[in-house]
């Protein structure tokens, strides 16, 4: 058999942060239960090896995206390198405080996954859609077709 195939895994991290200069209650430290999902197209491999007729075993696909994504963002505090809260959370130790070049939005959190996942997976298989909800019913979606 040939052909394409599309697998999906999610993910579940529990994260802090705060939108700087927002003109609304996300400016303030709020948390979040995040839900990721990573979707690669590639074709199950055709050998005699234990992931035959798999894409990727979705175990291989676990320890990728725990590496990149979740080991560092579960249960950390993430807020813009220049935020104000800044002095606040250093002086008191935050143990998983995570500083990033960018507002922490889910949006801007996906073009930095979406980079780091493509950047790690085989060559022989393609990002082609990150989903991450913050809330029940708020999400963002990056493709890989609306890159060009």
Not at 110 to 117: E, G, P, T, V
């Amino acid at each position: 058999m040939i052909g394409k195939i599309r697998i999906t895994k999610e993910f579940d991290f529990e994260m802090a942060h705060a939108l700087d200069f927002h003109n609304g209650k996300c400016k303030n430290i709020h948390g979040h239960s995040y839900k990721l999902s990573v979707t690669l197209l590639g074709a199950p491999k055709q050998d005699s090896s234990s992931d035959s007729g798999m894409v990727m075993d979705f175990k291989d696909l676990k320890s990728i995206i725990n590496e990149l994504i979740i080991d560092e963002l579960d249960h950390a505090l993430m807020l813009q390198e220049n935020s104000p809260y800044l002095a606040v959370t250093s002086s008191a130790n935050t143990p998983k405080l995570v500083t990033t070049s960018y507002q922490p939005t889910c949006e801007n959190m996906l073009l930095d996954f979406a980079s780091r996942i493509t950047n790690a997976i085989p060559e022989d298989l393609k990002l082609i859609k990150l989903t991450l909800r913050e809330t029940a019913s708020g999400y963002a979606e990056w493709y890989a077709k609306d890159q060009a």
